[in-house]
């Protein structure tokens, strides 16, 4: 069975710096595209950087210059370091992976950024 595994985010005040973590675990052998997505309260959930498996990165127009996007393809792991964070980045943020074209959800990592 596929499962994307999340770590890290937490809790931090303005200006600070989080990272999360996904391992994609499982029988894969291709990844076509994996990243985060994220979703406040109240609003839909929208990508936040997504990787295809050319090493092509899209970053959101809010996060561009602060959030950076790497992975491991050997371990199968994106990572997405979060720095100078606004409170406006409070959100679940979700792992996604789509693997010879289905798509596959982490739970959900909570990331609060308040005074």
């Known amino acids: 069975q596929i499962q994307l595994v999340e770590s890290g985010g937490g809790s931090v005040q303005p200006g600070g710096s989080l990272s999360v973590s996904c391992v994609a675990s499982?029988?894969?052998?291709?990844?076509?595209?994996m990243g985060w997505y994220r979703q406040a309260p109240g609003k839909e959930r929208e990508s936040v950087a997504v990787?295809?498996?050319?090493?092509?990165?899209n970053y959101a127009d809010s996060v561009k210059g602060r959030f950076i996007l790497s992975r491991d393809n050997t371990k199968k792991t994106v990572y997405l370091q979060m720095d100078s964070l606004k409170p406006e980045d409070t959100a679940v943020y979700y792992c996604?992976?789509?693997?010879?074209?289905?798509?596959?959800w982490g739970k959900g990592s909570l990331v609060t950024v308040s005074s």
């Open positions: 990787i295809s498996s050319t090493g092509n990165i």
């Open positions: 996604y992976a789509k693997i010879y074209g289905t798509d596959y």
């Open positions: 499982g029988s894969i052998f291709n990844i076509n595209v």
